[in-house]
């Protein structure tokens, strides 16, 4: 039996653990001075999911780590059990910003659902590099679009 966490509702429909796990570390490249293994490391958010810690932070540009998740996902859905909650990023290539259309945007976002393997996203949280770029608002308006599809 999952453990009652203590959770913070966002809206009426959807909480989340006070902590939640982030996943950069697992990024590839990120290990100072080994690779990491990735069957511990699921089997160490396996555990964080049986103490009811079900939120884990990534971003498309994580490499591997919505991969990573995705395993998780599609191992757990197959078991019958609980699927966690992933919060994933958009962050754009410092040198896409001048050019990211409507295409661009919904590229990524679709390969973010296809590499976490659900049909839709939990959370996208939205970075932009350079302030002095236009086009911040604009993409943010197509995330807005892509959420109401």
Known sequence: ????????????????????????????????????????????????????????????????????????????????LAIPQIHTKFVPDLNDLDHINRDYVERIITRSIQRLGVEQLDMVQFHWWDYAVPGMTDVAGELLRLKEK
Request: with cysteine; aromatic share 12%; net charge negative.
């Open 1 to 80: 039996m999952t453990p009652k966490m203590n959770r913070y509702a966002l809206t009426d429909d959807y909480s989340i653990p006070r902590v939640i796990n982030g996943g950069w570390q697992l990024s590839a490249g990120h290990a100072l001075d080994h690779p990491i293994d990735l069957t511990d490391a699921a089997n160490g958010y396996e555990r964080l999911m049986d103490m009811g810690f079900d939120t884990f932070d990534c971003a498309d540009i994580y490499t591997g780590v919505e991969d990573f998740f995705g395993s998780i996902i599609r191992r757990r859905r197959k078991a019958g």
